[in-house]
């Protein structure tokens, strides 16, 4: 049986490059073998405070991200989480069922709750909880995400075994597809911080709009490793791996192909090829990007057809879990 494929992203800012390269690109591959569902998870952005006019720009900026990379509206659907209200309906269920330790381990919490104490969001607590509705709503199968999401994708997992002891064999168990090279983009001043929207460094993350002289800019300014060489080694030179894996996706080349490529070279050539690299990746995206943001009318009919296929199906199994739940009446 085909996998049911479910990811989303929150449309907090603008994407960058870690987003692209540890879920979206996967995503665009992936679709044409498997039914997806690509959600812009907009009530998992609330979690932590927006500015209500920004937030709703970005979600019609991350729309246009889907489309500009390549997810296809006939084969995927694309639509907004709070469209749908049927994920925050299952989200409050599984709550009842989800323990506390559980949510106090996730380390995401623990890194954006930071020295809050008890001023934290209820929201932010239970994040993982609503990722979880997210998923099983669907009866998804497989979730193309990055490294940092794998944790919540195993209490997914939980959430859903436990659900289905109790009320009977309701949700699919979910597994995370992660990229082999680039599941964990490292910031580009700081090779033991991933790539993060909300790193206060411009020079630390290349954002999918960023243009030419930007993103050269922010590649050359980037931090290398003591020593010299190119060669891939993640754990010595955290540095120039994270540069190879951007250039290994930019390219196609294999990171054998890029060591002797560069055998010899300087850090400065090979920064400059990287940067030439990920700019002829990113302009034909931007490009398309645009013209998707200048067609709102285009983007609502993909957006509209999106919320109504997700909300079918989202309807076909609350109907199940509320009977299972004994909720409301017959
Ligand atoms: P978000 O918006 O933080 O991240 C979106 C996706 O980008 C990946 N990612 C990265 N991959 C590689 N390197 C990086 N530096 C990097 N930074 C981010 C994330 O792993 C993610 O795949 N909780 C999710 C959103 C979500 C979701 C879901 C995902 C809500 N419900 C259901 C899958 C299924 C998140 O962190 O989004």
Request: proline share 4%; charged share 25%; aromatic share 6%.
């Amino acid at each position: 049986m085909k996998d049911l494929v479910f990811s989303g992203i929150q449309p907090t800012s603008d994407l960058h490059l870690g987003n692209y390269l540890g879920a979206l690109k996967q995503w665009v591959a992936i679709q044409h073998d498997h039914p997806c569902l690509f959600c812009i998870v907009d009530l998992h952005a609330i979690t932590v405070a927006q500015d209500p006019k920004m937030l709703r720009q970005n979600i019609l900026g991350v729309a246009a991200t889907y489309l500009a990379a390549g997810i296809d509206p006939k084969r995927s659907h694309i639509y907004v989480q709070s469209e749908v209200p049927q994920h925050a309906e299952l989200a409050w269920i599984l709550g009842t069922i989800t323990k506390l330790g559980e949510l106090e381990r996730m380390t995401q919490f623990k890194d954006k709750s930071g020295k809050q104490g008890e001023r934290v969001g209820l929201g932010l607590f239970s994040y993982p909880v609503l990722m979880a509705a997210d998923i099983l709503l669907y009866g998804s199968t497989a979730v193309p995400v990055g490294q940092d999401q794998m944790q919540h994708l195993e209490l997914a997992r939980v959430i859903a075994r436990r659900f289905n002891e109790r009320f009977g064999d309701t949700f699919a168990i979910p597994q995370a597809l992660i990229q082999k090279i680039g599941n964990r983009i490292m910031s580009l001043q700081d090779p033991a911080k991933k790539m993060s929207k909300s790193d206060p460094m411009e020079g630390a993350k290349i954002l999918l709009r960023d243009d030419a002289e930007t993103i050269r800019k922010k590649i050359m300014r980037a931090v290398t490793d003591s020593g010299k060489g190119i060669s891939y080694d993640p754990e010595k030179k955290p540095a120039v791996s994270n540069l190879m894996t951007l250039y290994h996706h930019a390219s196609g080349k294999t990171m054998k192909e890029i060591e002797k490529e560069f055998a010899g070279a300087g850090y400065g050539d090979f920064k400059k090829a990287v940067a030439d690299a990920v700019i002829g990746m990113l302009g034909p995206m931007q490009k398309r990007m645009l013209e998707f943001r200048k067609n709102p009318a285009e983007l609502k009919r993909i957006l509209d057809a999106g919320r109504d296929a997700a909300t079918e199906q989202a309807e076909k199994m609350m109907r199940t879990v509320r009977t299972r739940v004994g909720l409301g009446r017959e």
